[in-house]
């Protein structure tokens, strides 16, 4: 009987103590989350206002298609004058 009251103040002068101070190492962590997470809310709310001209790249896109598809039929016509001129000469 004696050895177990021995026991169990060494667990409360050794352990329990240990077990405290981690315990609160990880309340003042999870304390810490907060405002790291309102610092990223702010950030992403500011991000999201710069996704609104997303939209207008579809409009973009398909105007770089035409430009493309113009250059590509001049640059064919440019071969044929080339070819042309090639023969002439």
Do not use: F, H
């Not at 329990?16 to 405002?35: E, F, M, Q």
């Not at 598809?69 to 042309?84: K, N, P, R």
């Amino acid at each position: 009987m004696t050895l177990w009251w021995i026991g169990n103040a060494l667990l409360l002068v050794a352990v329990v103590p240990v077990v405290v101070y981690l315990l609160n190492g990880v309340l003042r962590t999870a304390k810490a989350i907060v405002p790291t997470v309102d610092a990223i809310a702010v950030t992403a709310e500011a991000c999201s206002t710069d996704l609104d001209a997303v939209a207008l790249l579809v409009t973009t896109l398909d105007q770089v298609k035409a430009t493309v598809t113009g250059v590509a039929g001049y640059g064919g016509s440019l071969d044929v004058i080339l070819d042309d001129a090639a023969v002439a000469s």
